[in-house]
């Protein structure tokens, strides 16, 4: 969601927002299955500093609603929701767009070729968005999602930062206590859930095929893999 607009410039509506998608529903539609839910954080579970835990949301039409009306949209809105055109993005979006009708949020769908894609929503242009994003740190992905210094085209395309997170990515990047890390990403990761600039879906699931006797090889979030340890029994 691009903060900088109307009505997502309200915390309120981005929770209605959280509330309103079904992330089980999502994978089983768009990935028949082959995912993981991400628990509202965009740190995947192989990920150091990962928390599984950093929210209480969970799909709930009802409660959507209820925040909706709190914002002053008793009768929802309507707004669009941006995909770059590929397949998994386009079905993505007409899943997305359904849920977020059961609420009362008319998402028209705006389909862009993937490099106008990335400029314009860089360029702050979007309503909603869709859009997927790996990385095998915490830092990198934190940092490109929520920090000052990536806004826009860096990554961080919801517009959403405050002095406060900054701060906190800062130290846990910079910290040579690794068990103070971690805990700094995952109170990074509850502050920026509460705020609810993007909701976090699914984690897509990474396949690799190979001969019974290959051992030790291992997939990596970044969808790149290496074979040190890798042997063949």
């Not at 809105?77 to 359904?98: G, H, K, N, P, Y």
């Not at 130290?171 to 509460?194: F, G, N, R």
């Not at 984690?203 to 019974?212: D, I, K, R, T, W």
């Amino acid at each position: 969601m691009n903060v900088q607009k109307a009505p997502f410039d309200n915390e309120k509506v981005r929770q209605a927002v959280a509330y309103a998608l079904d992330p089980q529903g999502y994978i089983d539609l768009v990935f028949s299955g082959e995912a993981t839910p991400a628990n509202y954080t965009m740190l995947p579970p192989s990920v150091d500093g990962y928390v599984s835990d950093c929210s209480d949301y969970s799909c709930n039409v009802e409660k959507a609603k209820e925040l909706l009306a709190e914002a002053g949209y008793p009768d929802g809105f309507s707004t669009t929701l941006w995909c770059s055109d590929t397949q998994v993005m386009r079905d993505s979006a007409v899943v997305i767009q359904e849920q977020l009708r059961q609420v009362g949020i008319n998402a028209e769908v705006k389909t862009l070729e993937s490099g106008q894609f990335q400029s314009e929503t860089g360029n702050g242009a979007h309503d909603m968005f869709i859009m997927s994003k790996t990385s095998i740190d915490p830092d990198s992905m934190l940092r490109s999602m929520y920090h000052t210094e990536a806004l826009g085209p860096s990554g961080n395309r919801c517009f959403w930062t405050t002095p406060e997170v900054d701060a906190l990515i800062d130290e846990a990047s910079t910290t040579t206590d690794t068990e103070h890390a971690m805990e700094l990403y995952a109170e990074i990761q509850s502050k920026v859930a509460e705020a609810a600039p993007l909701v976090p879906m699914a984690v897509e699931h990474l396949n690799a095929g190979m001969q019974s006797n290959v051992k030790g090889f291992g997939l990596y979030p970044g969808k790149s893999h290496y074979i040190n340890g890798t042997y063949f029994e």
